[in-house]
């Protein structure tokens, strides 16, 4: 008779009743499965055959959820997303998900531990928003380890999270768009807010362009990386998707706002040569005053401070992206024309934006529509 591999494994019925399914995978570490009947243990010893003949890594019956958090981490995560948001996860496992649920086994994790984890991250004065985005890290956690066939389930997906409200989307009017631009005229930065609202550019993306980038002729930029600042050191980085390296046309006020601001740049390298580092980042459109990127902190500070100087409501940055959408709505811009220029990955993304129209617009589209429903009032 031949012998059986280590990797087919085996099921026996323990004294205390219980089934237990042994495997000893290539590493040479034997893991045991424990079930109440032998068909949960022959189950499980499928998975982790399943999970052998992949290559894929094998978790015991022991293996807490915090080690498998670390794993997953390291060996899924740091694979599949950019760097700060690889940051984000491993906070949120360090700071909220590990110290609730870690000292779980990751088999017996179940529903009620995941929602008293979520209801403690809230008690300790999380936003629902952040407590919401645990979960969801969590859950993608999970669908890795469904993935490598260490849990039969994920459990994150049945527990209940607090309610999010949806952040409220505010429409730019032009008027309102105007009052935004004679706010910052005049500032070192008024380039960089006047791109932003014209042609809807990640943050990232504007703070990541280089001159070259820049083409005076044909009037376009082009979006070919992003600046990201993690662990206080600045990074390039690809793009968000395929869809974020384009090239946009400039419109001609926005092509000249960029004239002025690398003329105001030149003053500054002649006036500082010794110490002008712009060289050393590839020319960079938008940099401080010696060349170097901006963070996106003091960006948004002075935009917040621009604003106030000038009475007008708060805004963050990113609603000059949402604007330069809702602007493209007012004037007609087809959406798919608007999802090539801002770069988003689906039309519905494009779509929820456009849904979301100044009030005087949506008064407009009613009068039209009374027009032409009853053209003799």
């Not at 399943?50 to 981490?73: D, M």
């Amino acid at each position: 008779m031949a012998k059986r591999g280590n990797s087919e494994g085996t099921i026996t019925k323990r004294k205390d009743g219980r089934w237990e399914a042994k495997i000893t995978p290539p590493d040479g570490r034997r893991r045991s499965y424990y079930a109440k009947t032998r068909q949960e243990a022959a189950q499980k010893l499928l998975q982790a055959q399943k999970a052998v003949s992949q290559g894929l890594p094998l978790a015991g019956e022991r293996q807490s959820t915090g080690a498998f958090l670390e794993s997953w981490l390291k060996d899924a995560a740091a694979q599949r997303v950019r760097p700060k948001t690889l940051k984000g996860y491993a906070d949120m496992v360090r700071l909220h998900i590990a110290p609730e649920i870690g000292h779980v086994p990751l088999v017996r994790l179940t529903p009620q531990h995941v929602e008293k984890m979520l209801a403690g991250v809230l008690e300790k004065g999380a936003s629902p928003r952040s407590v919401g985005h645990c979960k969801a890290v969590l859950r993608n956690a999970l669908n890795q380890a469904m993935r490598w066939s260490a849990i039969g389930r994920n459990v994150a997906s049945l527990a209940r999270a607090p309610h999010v409200p949806e952040r409220e989307f505010h429409a730019l009017a032009p008027a309102s768009a105007r009052c935004v631009l004679e706010a910052v005229k005049g500032d070192r930065l008024e380039a960089l807010f006047t791109v932003a609202l014209a042609c809807g550019l990640r943050q990232g993306e504007a703070l990541g362009l280089r001159w070259q980038d820049v083409a005076w002729e044909g009037g376009t930029l082009t979006i070919q990386r992003t600046l990201q600042r993690i662990d206080r050191q600045y990074r390039f980085l690809e793009p968000k998707t395929a869809r974020s390296r384009r090239t946009i046309a400039l419109p001609m006020p926005v092509a000249a706002s960029l004239r002025r601001h690398h003329a105001r740049q030149l003053e500054e390298r002649l006036n500082m040569p010794q110490a002008w580092e712009g060289e050393a980042w590839g020319g960079l459109v938008f940099a401080d005053e010696l060349g170097r990127p901006l963070s996106g902190f003091h960006v948004s500070r002075r935009f917040k401070k621009l604003l106030a100087l000038a009475g007008l409501p708060a805004m963050r940055y990113h609603d000059l992206r949402h604007g330069a959408a809702s602007l493209m709505a007012a004037q007609g811009v087809p959406a798919r024309v608007a999802m090539e220029i801002l770069g988003h990955a689906q039309i519905s993304t494009t779509m929820n934006v456009y849904a979301h129209v100044a009030p005087e617009l949506q008064k407009e589209a009613a009068e039209r529509v009374a027009v032409a429903l009853w053209p003799e009032s």
